[in-house]
């Protein structure tokens, strides 16, 4: 069980260094997010082919993994973005916000009411927004692309739970045709920002960290995950991942100094954020256990 969690905490903190990359890689967001799912693309169908599992797909599943994929890309892409126009303080700090979006995208897609607590967790997370706006009002722009990326965060991550109830959808598999959608994205709307492939400029030290950020902290990841699914339940993979923002601003901090220190109030403030999300699972999960318990 230690060597799970141990598993387990090493992809998040992998996870945690994507934002890091974001802030050495030279390349402005959708040209990084290009070569990001090109590298992370290639790594795993190497992977796909070395364990001899078929990519045969029908035509319904190749349109739904591309559409979610889509919804990565533009994610992946706003999430760059709002690191290039503030920090990783800022933007991994707001993508806490994924869990309040949650609470509200769930219950369409499940059919269930919304829990009273969720909407108390949506007005503490809201305050805290606020008070995080109030820390850092120079980092307005950075605050709302990192909302609206935890939002598409949120929507991907149900939209693939609800994926990973059918079970003629192979996870490796779905993961794979879900990069080729973002790709396929980013390719549409370089044209339209004026940037096409062949004139991306890459910087020698740049190739490096996208090789990085696509195979080690992309593609491994997403694997491994999968793997850890066995022995592990969502809500324990959701947990931890809540722990990333916690990772990647104390990286942040100790890898870039000065430009990412920020003020007594957004540490307090991104910490009780943080925090209320975390309690929530853990009492959404006691809460399911005991409906459990008491059906049975």
């Keep these: 069980m230690f060597k799970t969690q141990l598993r387990l905490h090493f992809i998040v903190l992998l ?129 709302i692309l990192g909302i609206l990326c935890a939002f598409l965060s949120a929507l991907m991550t149900v939209l693939n739970g609800v994926l990973q109830k059918d079970s003629q959808n192979k996870p490796r598999v779905l993961m794979f045709y879900e990069l080729v959608g973002a790709f396929i994205l980013v390719l549409i709307l370089l044209p339209f920002f004026g940037t096409f492939p062949q004139n991306i400029d890459v910087q020698p030290l740049d190739w490096l960290w996208l090789f990085i950020l696509g195979s080690a902290l992309t593609a491994f990841p997403m694997i491994e995950s999968v793997a850890l699914m066995k022995h592990i339940s969502p809500y324990s993979l959701v947990l931890a991942v809540n722990l990333e923002p916690i990772y990647s601003i104390i990286l942040a901090y100790f890898i870039f100094g000065e430009s990412e220190k920020m003020s007594p109030l957004f540490y307090f403030a991104a910490t009780a954020m943080i925090l209320v999300v975390v309690l929530n699972q853990i009492l959404k999960v006691r809460q399911k256990r005991k409906s459990l318990e008491l059906k049975s």
């Design 15 to 143: 996870w945690g260094f994507t934002g890091i990359m974001g802030k050495l890689i030279t390349l402005e967001a959708l040209p990084l997010v290009f070569w990001r799912t090109l590298v992370a693309i290639a790594s795993i169908f190497i992977v796909l082919k070395v364990l001899r599992i078929s990519l045969k797909v029908t035509k319904k599943q190749l349109f739904t993994y591309f559409a979610v994929g889509s919804i990565i890309g533009l994610h992946w892409i706003l999430f760059f973005s709002a690191i290039k126009v503030s920090n990783v303080s800022v933007a991994l700090s707001t993508l806490s916000t994924g869990a309040l979006f949650a609470a509200f995208i769930e219950p369409v897609f499940y059919k269930r009411k919304i829990n009273p607590s969720e909407i108390i967790l949506a007005l503490i997370v809201i305050s805290c927004l606020w008070l995080i706006f109030r820390a850092s009002p120079e980092y307005l722009l950075g605050i």
